[in-house]
């Protein structure tokens, strides 16, 4: 099957600091990739889908220009959680669908990335 | 909007069978995914149905009644491995939301010896 990875997979930092999370399909093109939020023993959340070559879409409640995300390529997007606090803390997966078309295309999950603001 | 609910934690024994409800509440969806969860890990791609009825994968299963707003997951001959957590998902029409998933609350599956 297809793989993603995600880096890095874990990563503590300081109040206030800014964070980068890259993540890459390994071995096929991603022109979608979707970003998730995890907090222990609860459902992921999507924060955001990301095309590449355009802007990313958001969903409701999810600050933008807190979590900026990038797709410069089709095997890469980045998400980075600017000026990160405490409740920032969380499980952050990315997910990648290969290609455009069809009701349904299978996601292929990255490994997460285990974020912990001091 | 979408909204699924699932049982909160489920618990079966070694070489059982384990029945997972998934219940939503939607404007319309492509269709249905199962995903599993370990501990700590990615989720993976268990089952999908587009139509009702039926799918079977193995040792496990999937079923969607449109009608009913109802689908579950079935696991038969249950091994420890399986112990984790179970999410349905659902695909959001494709016109407005880009192929995106919606996930369930999820089910935590313990297995016991």
């Known amino acids: 099957g297809a793989v993603v990875s995600q880096h890095p997979s874990r990563v503590i930092c300081k109040s206030g600091t800014s964070v980068k999370i890259e993540c890459r399909s390994l071995?096929?093109?991603?022109?979608?990739m979707f970003w998730y939020r995890q907090f222990p023993k609860q459902s992921l959340m999507l924060m955001a889908t990301?095309?590449?070559?355009?802007?990313?879409?958001?969903e409701q409640g999810v600050e933008k220009d807190k979590f900026l995300i990038n797709h410069a390529s089709l095997t890469l997007s980045t998400l980075t959680v600017t000026s990160a606090h405490p409740e920032d803390s969380s499980f952050y997966i990315c997910?990648?669908?290969?290609?455009?078309?069809?009701?349904?295309?299978?996601?292929?999950f990255g490994p997460g990335t285990r974020l912990t603001v001091l | 909007g979408q909204s699924l609910e699932q049982p909160s934690e489920v618990t079966a024994v070694e070489g059982a069978i384990v029945q997972i409800n998934c219940t939503y509440q939607?404007?319309?969806?492509?269709?249905l995914s199962w995903y599993q969860q370990h501990d700590g890990g990615a989720p993976t791609f268990l089952s999908y149905?587009?139509?009702?009825g039926l799918e079977e994968t193995g040792r496990f299963s999937s079923f969607l009644s449109r009608s009913d707003s109802y689908g579950y997951l079935l696991l038969q001959e249950l091994q420890m491995k399986d112990s984790a957590s179970y999410f349905c998902?659902?695909?959001?029409?494709?016109?407005?939301?880009?192929?995106?998933?919606?996930f369930g609350q999820g089910t935590e599956l313990s297995v016991k010896p």
């Open positions: 149905n587009g139509l009702d």
């Open positions: 990301s095309n590449e070559g355009s802007k990313a879409t958001y």
């Open positions: 998902a659902v695909s959001p029409p494709r016109s407005n939301q880009g192929g995106k998933l919606i």
């Open positions: 997910s990648a669908r290969e290609g455009r078309g069809g009701p349904f295309n299978e996601q292929f």
């Open positions: 939607t404007s319309g969806f492509y269709g």
């Open positions: 071995d096929f093109q991603a022109t979608t």
